[in-house]
């Protein structure tokens, strides 16, 4: 069946209008990344999104909370925690780890209902700040695009400062400042090493894993953090990789 003079128009007002949603998004993106090279984060997409979601259910009560601190006002053992439970080639790569991405298609095909990551810590500042949860190809897809213009305009240091004030650990809980502040009655910048690998060890899923209610998961992998702190180098690893 032939279009309609009426139709034919309709789709190419669609057209536009999907254009210029795409273009508005896309300069918002690229304002957001040259504005928070320098500028404090004050929400991110994951913060909004967790905010409305709340309200949507009716949760009221619910209030993303994050306190914005410098790289200075962070204890080194907390930015070493991350990296080594979360991205420990974070130093030299440009936002992607291609043999973590092979290793976990290859875990994942041998395991199907068992899916494993492999997204940096770039990429996860990136999905936090700018995106939405997801595993979608088109959310991958920006994500992997905007990872590498964040690689290229920001420092390895800026990309995990804002990371570790956007990052979720645990309901409303966003940034290290709130985290330590909220679970240990402390600032960031008196965080031990152990409380700093307590929460870096629920980073993949902190609606699932609790720092207050640890479970032996937790635990353990709080344990396993210690020793990758360790084995890394310690503090004098992030002042080798210009990170302090």
Request: glycine residues 6%; aromatic residues 10%.
């Amino acid at each position: 069946m032939k279009s309609t003079p009426v139709l034919r128009r309709m789709i190419a007002v669609l057209k536009r209008l999907i254009t210029c949603i795409l273009l508005a998004a896309g300069a918002c993106w690229l304002a957001g990344i040259l504005l928070f090279a320098f500028l404090p984060v004050p929400f991110s997409a994951v913060m909004i999104d967790r905010q409305i979601s709340a309200w949507a259910s009716g949760d009221f009560s619910y209030v993303a909370r994050s306190n914005w601190v410098s790289m200075d006002e962070i204890a080194a053992v907390m930015p070493l925690a991350v990296i080594a439970a979360e991205d420990q080639k974070f130093p030299q790569h440009w936002g992607f780890d291609f043999n973590a991405i092979q290793a976990a298609l290859r875990h994942n095909e041998r395991h199907g209902g068992s899916i494993r990551g492999a997204s940096t810590l770039s990429q996860q500042t990136v999905k936090n700040l700018l995106l939405w949860d997801g595993r979608s190809w088109v959310r991958k897809g920006l994500e992997a695009g905007l990872t590498a213009i964040v690689e290229l305009v920001w420092t390895k240091r800026r990309i995990l400062t804002v990371y570790l004030n956007i990052a979720e650990f645990g309901p409303g809980i966003f940034g290290v400042e709130a985290a330590s502040r909220h679970f240990f009655n402390k600032p960031a910048s008196r965080l031990t090493s152990g409380e700093a690998a307590m929460l870096a060890s629920v980073l993949p899923n902190p609606i699932r894993y609790r720092v207050d209610k640890p479970s032996i998961y937790v635990v353990r992998r709080q344990q396993w953090i210690l020793r990758q702190m360790r084995q890394v180098g310690g503090e004098g690893f992030l002042i080798e990789n210009h990170l302090r």
